[in-house]
């Protein structure tokens, strides 16, 4: 005999699991690591440094 199977179970265990393939595609096309990450938030700090370094005040007339 064939197992019974819940039919709403089925269906939901089905589209859980192509919304994960599809999560785990675009996390590779799209996702960087904490590395990453990290490397590029220094950069943008140290260069915003360095740009306001460069600024010049007003001073008095």
Request: overall charge positive; hydrophobic content about 35%; proline content about 2%.
């Amino acid at each position: 005999m064939a197992e019974i199977v819940n039919l709403n179970r089925f269906r939901k265990a089905k589209g859980k699991a192509s919304q994960k393939a599809e999560a785990d595609a675009n996390a590779v096309k799209f996702g960087r690591t904490k590395a990453e990450k990290r490397l590029e938030e220094a950069r943008k700090a140290l260069e915003d440094h360095r740009l306001d370094g460069h600024n010049r005040d007003k001073g008095e007339p």
